[in-house]
């Protein structure tokens, strides 16, 4: 395998989980990281062992040795990132949610056609390998026709009005923010795994807490809590820290998912629920490696991932074989590998989220918040 130069833009939370998944790959060089505003390059590239740490991406991005550039910064930046990326001649993969707007996600697709370069966007939970073996489940028939999809993406890290971050705030995020945050995920998940597509829903959101107290200082995502009252500022708040969803997945599939960024005692609870005429599944990514199947007629069963036990099309997205453990860190490395295996071999498949998935992502988040608005169904495109 040929060596690969890339850049990480942005060095938040986000921007180290992809530096780290990158090295896994060995084959893959990171020739620089742009510093997220405010933070220190010399620190940064001394705690990242990297020594090409500016503050100037567009630097990064004129260096013609870089075949790819990972975006990795609040959603303000996705889309004029992207475009100067593709317009250097970059493949780019973006964090979710892909832009602002369908709109400047429709434009960032339409640069990458042009370009004809490879585009990404990075739903990294697809890649956990009994996630795959459901997938290989439903598309063998195993579950029936699919009838009820239902689940719930939540966490806690924003329960007090003294949590903050960038997120928080339209103008860095976004209008949507959990639905567009972690609601995203659960949409692109279940339309990935049952085949169908959402064709109408209905949503409802809350801000919880109509305001907060904003750091005075910069705080990395999920972090922040020791923080004294004397560092903040009070801010009103614009965005939802709540949202439920009816969906509508074709003729006769039915579901609902919440999305929440306020309930104690969930750190990451990303669970889905997809039942059919033969069975039901369950997964929740803080028990990655057990899955439920749920029987009418005789017991139900746990298995846990043994990548010799999985679907045959599922065992390569398992690195480690059974007992050994592989979670969220390893689903970005199973994504990267993939789309850096497609660089270095052109002719391979594409087995990764592209810009597509992200502009209906975008277009399902928007429609969520026009049904909250509208407190009606709305049709999806």
């Not at 990281?33 to 991005?61: C, F, M």
């Not at 009838?147 to 939540?154: A, I, P």
């Not at 923010?177 to 085949?195: A, E, F, Y």
């Not at 005075?216 to 500022?233: H, I, M, N, R, W």
Request: hydrophobic share 35%; with cysteine.
């Amino acid at each position: 395998m040929r060596k690969i130069r890339t850049a990480v833009l942005g060095t938040g939370f986000m921007g180290k989980v992809h530096t780290e998944g990158i090295r896994r790959l060995g084959y893959v060089e990171i020739a620089g990281l742009a510093a997220s505003p405010g933070r220190d390059p010399q620190s940064i590239a001394e705690s990242y062992h990297v020594d090409n740490v500016t503050t100037d991406w567009k630097a990064l991005l004129a260096d013609e040795s870089i075949e790819a550039v990972h975006i990795c910064t609040p959603n303000s930046l996705h889309y004029p990132m992207a475009m100067a990326a593709l317009n250097a001649g970059k493949h780019v993969l973006c964090e979710k949610p892909l832009a602002m707007s369908s709109a400047e996600a429709s434009e960032m697709l339409a640069l990458a056609k042009k370009k004809k370069r490879l585009h990404v966007t990075h739903h990294n939970l697809r890649y956990y390998p009994l996630v795959q073996h459901v997938r290989q489940m439903v598309k063998a028939g195993e579950l029936g026709d699919i009838l009820v999809v239902q689940g719930t993406y939540s966490q806690d890290w924003l329960l007090y009005d003294t949590d903050f971050n960038w997120r928080i705030l339209k103008k860095a995020n976004g209008a949507a923010r959990v639905v567009g945050d972690i609601g995203s995920h659960w949409m692109d998940m279940i339309q990935h795994l049952t085949g169908l597509k959402i064709t109408s829903l209905c949503g409802n959101t809350s801000i919880v807490h109509k305001t907060r107290k904003k750091p005075k200082g910069s705080v990395e995502t999920f972090a922040g809590k020791t923080l004294q009252p004397e560092d903040y500022d009070e801010v009103k708040i614009d965005t939802e820290d709540f949202a439920s969803v009816l969906l509508e997945m074709g003729p006769r599939c039915r579901g609902a998912y919440t999305v929440s960024q306020v309930s104690a005692g969930n750190k990451n609870r990303f669970q889905f629920e997809i039942y059919g005429t033969k069975c039901g599944v369950m997964w929740n990514q803080e028990r990655p490696d057990e899955l439920w199947i749920g029987h009418r007629n005789s017991p139900n069963q746990i298995i846990v991932k043994d990548p010799s036990l999985l679907a045959p099309a599922a065992r390569g997205f398992a690195d480690l074989p059974g007992g050994h453990s592989e979670g969220y860190d390893d689903s970005h490395k199973q994504l990267f590998k993939r789309f850096y295996g497609k660089i270095a071999h052109p002719e391979s498949e594409i087995d990764y989220p592209t810009f597509e998935d992200g502009v209906r992502g975008m277009v399902l988040i928007e429609k969520v918040l026009e049904s909250s608005k509208k407190r009606a169904w709305v049709k999806v495109r």
